[in-house]
């Protein structure tokens, strides 16, 4: 069996899944302090040691996962302020003597749309999700992508969209693409939550464009395969189609994409995504452990 996690800022999910990669056991509980929360963690691994071979984990970060440095497996940066240079991976260690590989909860999601949900048909995949904040992780050649760290693809630059007035709320960079486009940018701009804004509003094609933008960034650094658009906004169905068209209109054809259909697609795993990405990244940690023995 294996062991995953999804280490959220507002909740954490766990699971038990098995060499299929299919869920078993799964439950979530809010996250508190690392103390009260690592104890529930604990919890529900304890009933499953006997059989529990490897665990994935796909956490908030900023996390450290260069494995050479001195913190490796701490969140480091984070504004929870409980959660600031938390070794998060040696907590873990001395719960667990069993292979656990950690990475960021965007990297766990590309990773289990690329293992479960497009079923490895590419080996190079971008997944995004859009909700309180914006991350990206991306799979080249069937590896996570991390240099001297993970990267940030929720900030990179957007360009203002002429239409509007909105400054933004990156506590970092203002007016990066997490800080407009964001749920909470949403909200902030009009008065009320992304669900709760017409179908019809204006506003989406606003949104549309920044999302774009980062289609646009994207295909012209990675030129992946395939680019996942997940989390709470992207729920709001019109979109992707909107984010397509507007993409389309910004590329003007230079490079050729392959069928923009299957190019920008949501998550075939719906809300699964992390927690399949956290079982796929337990069944790899374990492979590479069993190779480095023989
Ligand atoms: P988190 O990012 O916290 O893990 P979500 O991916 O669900 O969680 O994102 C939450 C954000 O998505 C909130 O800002 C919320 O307003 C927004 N959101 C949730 N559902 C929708 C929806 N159907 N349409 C637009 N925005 C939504
Ligand atoms: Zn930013």
């Not at 800022?9 to 690392?34: D, H, R």
């Not at 993970?150 to 969209?161: Q, R, S, T």
């Not at 994409?257 to 992390?274: F, H």
Request: aromatic share 10%; with cysteine.
């Amino acid at each position: 069996m294996y062991g995953s996690i999804e280490a959220g800022g507002t909740k954490f999910v766990c699971a038990i899944g098995n060499e299929n990669l299919e869920v078993i056991e799964q439950v979530s509980f809010p996250t508190t302090t690392p103390m009260e929360t690592m104890r529930l963690v604990k919890e529900f691994f304890d009933k499953y040691l006997d059989n529990l071979k490897s665990i994935g984990v796909g956490s908030f970060g900023p996390i450290d996962v260069n494995t050479t440095s001195e913190t490796y497996g701490f969140i480091t940066t984070t504004p929870k302020e409980k959660w600031k240079n938390y070794n998060f991976l040696g907590k873990l260690k001395t719960f667990f003597n069993v292979p656990i590989a950690l990475t960021t909860d965007v990297n766990a999601a590309a990773y289990g749309e690329y293992v479960k949900g497009y079923e490895k048909k590419t080996s190079n995949i971008v997944y995004f999700t859009i909700g309180t904040g914006i991350g990206g992780g991306g799979i080249l050649n069937g590896e996570l992508i991390e240099g001297f760290s993970h990267p940030e693809m929720g900030h990179m630059k957007v360009v203002p969209h002429p239409k509007d007035t909105y400054k933004g709320n990156c506590p970092f960079h203002g007016n990066c693409l997490e800080g407009m486009a964001a749920g909470p940018a949403i909200e902030k701009r009009n008065g009320v939550k992304g669900q709760d804004l017409s179908e019809e509003d204006s506003f989406w094609e606003i949104e549309a464009d920044y999302i774009a933008q980062c289609m646009y960034n994207t295909t012209l650094m990675l030129s992946p395969d395939m680019i996942v658009l997940g989390g709470g906004v992207m729920q709001q169905d019109h979109l992707v189609k909107k984010v397509r068209s507007q993409f389309e209109h910004m590329l003007k054809g230079y490079v050729q994409i392959p069928e923009i259909d299957r190019y920008i697609v949501t998550p075939k795993l719906g809300q699964q995504s992390g927690i399949i990405g956290g079982l796929a990244l337990a069944e790899k940690a374990l492979y590479k452990t069993s190779k480095n023995v023989q």
